[in-house]
């Protein structure tokens, strides 16, 4: 099982930042690729970013998010952060991390981002 806890979420303009950071705990976070997710309502979660723990760091991010979003790991603090960079309304969800395929037992509590006028 993976301990993780989301924070960083909130209420922001079109076009603003926000940084997500993901703290976890366990062995299998330490070693496995890790990812954010989101659920938008209505909709089913779905992968928004992606990073693996070797060759690099390669990431990979959803279509909708790519050139915006950045997913980095900091091995020494045990967190995932995700950069969001010229939000839309549409990046509207509850953001989650979990490892890459996700673990049904590791689901956190998520963080609200919301993006508004």
């Known amino acids: 099982q993976v301990q993780v806890v989301e924070s960083g979420g909130g209420l922001v303009q079109p076009g603003e930042s926000l940084r997500l950071s993901c703290a976890g705990s366990g062995i299998i976070f330490s070693l496995a690729a890790m990812g954010w997710y989101r659920q938008a309502p209505g909709k089913r979660r779905e992968l928004v970013a992606s990073i693996s723990r070797g060759n690099g760091g390669r990431t990979n991010y959803a279509d909708s998010v790519k050139d915006r979003f950045t997913i980095s790991l900091d091995n020494t603090k045990n967190t995932v952060d995700l950069q969001m960079n010229s939000l839309k309304p549409e990046d509207t969800g509850v953001y989650y991390c979990?490892?890459?395929?996700?673990?049904?037992?590791?689901w956190g509590q998520g963080t609200q981002v919301t993006i508004s006028s």
């Open positions: 979990n490892t890459a395929p996700a673990r049904s037992d590791s």
